[in-house]
Each structure stands twice: as C-alpha cells, then as structure tokens.
C-alpha cells in the first residue's frame, strides 16, 4: 500500500513539475514576444523620430534660406536604357545594377552637394576633410552647373573613369583642377586641388604633409606643365606632359573595373 501511494504521490509530483515547466515555457514565450514586439516598437519609434528629424530640417532649411526657390521634380526619371548605353560604355544589366546603388542612396533621383559629400565622406579615414575635395567631384560631374547631379551625370563620370580612353580620363581630370572652368590650370588652383588630396587622408599620411611640401610639388609639376611659360597649364599641355609620364598613365589605368 505504501509503495503504490509513495508510486502515486511520485506521479503527482512528476506531473506538477511538468505542468510548472510548461507554464514556465508559456511564460518566456511570452515575455519574449513581449521583449520582441517593444524591441520593434522601439525601431519604429527611432526610424520615426529620424524622419521627423529630416523633415524638419528640410522644412527649417526651407524657412531660414535667402536663396530662390530652386524648382526641382519630386522623382526624377533618367533617360532610357538604351540611350544610356549608346552615351556610356556600361550595358543594360550594368546601368540596372548602378541605378538601383544610385536610387537607395538618392531615392528623387537627383543629388544636391551637401548629399553628396555625406556620401562621399563615408569612403575615407575618419577625421579626414573631404569637403573641399567632394565639392570638386561634385562640380565635375555636374557639367551644368546646375548645383544637382542627375542619374546621367553620374553614370556618364562614371563611365568615363571606369571604362574611358587615358585620354578621356585626363581631360575629366583637367576639368576637375579647372575649377573656374575657363579651358585653363592656374598655379592656385593646382594648389587648391592638390591640398584638397591630401585632406582626403586624414592624419594618416606617414609624415603629415606640411603646406610648404604641397607647395614645392605644385611648383615642380606646374612647371612642367607650362610649356610656354604663360603662368597658365592649357588643356594641350596638360594632355602632352601626361601623355609623355609613364606613372600618371598607370595611375590612371587603376579606374578600370567590372562594375
């Protein structure tokens, strides 16, 4: 009798631990759902305050601005595949998988300065300057001037460093040190350009590079460049001194790549 109660007094106890166990596992179950479902709350309460945040700076910026309305289309849609193709020497397959890297970074379709240097800023040392040297990119590719660089404008600077000839590689870069784009290098702006290079690395050029050093470079290649002595490098001179530097043509050669 003893060891059939001691049996069922056992069973009990064995049954209670399993239903304790159950509720245990019911109740994790549930606080993790919980723990889940604030942890997504909490997400979308951050992604709504970063939004908030933009939409007031953009509505602030709007506010506190002197210049003119710039009138720009809220969606901005490129030219067609095909056309794109024939003005670059990317294929279809190529500009859909630029285009959508293009369209997650700048969802209008079109980029203004400030988001371009953001961008441009997130490919270098922290610490490093990329102001200067983005906006001359920036004013590169955007060959109107227009202070916006539309899909076109990036595929085709793209195009050119990527898949370009040397030759058309140089000249892109001539435009880029032409900064008052007026056909010509004066000696300043090589320094401007120059210095700005330099800035891209932050503090970790092995020895830092004084602005004395950048001057003395300027002034040796500037000299080089200017065949006839005017004070300014021309777009001729540029393309024959290049032309002629067995490492400026392997530097350049670097771009080339599978996109």
């Known amino acids: 009798m003893y060891g059939m109660v001691s049996s069922d007094h056992s069973r009990s106890r064995k049954n209670t631990s399993q239903s304790q166990q159950q509720t245990q596992a019911q109740c994790q179950q549930h606080d993790s759902r919980r723990s889940s479902s604030r942890a997504h709350n909490r997400s979308m309460y951050c992604r709504f305050v970063n939004f908030m945040k933009q939409a007031w700076t ?14 720009t289309p809220p969606r901005y849609r490129p030219e067609s595949l095909k056309a794109l193709c024939r003005l670059t020497r990317f294929t279809e397959s190529e500009i859909k998988r630029i285009y959508r890297g293009f369209k997650a970074e700048c969802p209008s379709g079109i980029v203004q300065e400030d988001t371009f240097r953001d961008i441009y800023a997130q490919f270098f040392p922290q610490g490093a300057n990329t102001g200067h040297y983005s906006h001359y990119v920036f004013n590169t590719l955007d060959q109107g001037r227009s202070g916006l660089i539309s899909f076109e404008d990036f595929v085709l600077g793209l195009s050119v460093l990527s898949r370009g ?29 120059v210095t700005a290079i330099f800035e891209l690395m932050g503090n970790c050029t092995e020895p830092l590079i004084e602005e004395g050093a950048v001057q003395t470079r300027v002034d040796k290649v500037f000299q080089k460049m200017d065949q006839n002595h005017d004070g300014l490098v021309s777009l001729d001179e540029f393309l024959d001194c290049c032309c002629k530097d067995e490492n400026i043509i392997k530097s350049i050669s670097v771009f080339d790549t599978v996109i």
């Open 58 to 71: 953009g509505v602030k910026f709007a506010l506190d601005s002197d210049l003119e309305e710039i009138e």
């Open 165 to 193: 000839t040397p030759e058309e590689k140089l000249r892109w870069t001539f435009s880029l040190y032409d900064i008052n784009g007026d056909g010509f290098i004066t000696k300043e702006e090589m320094k401007d350009v």
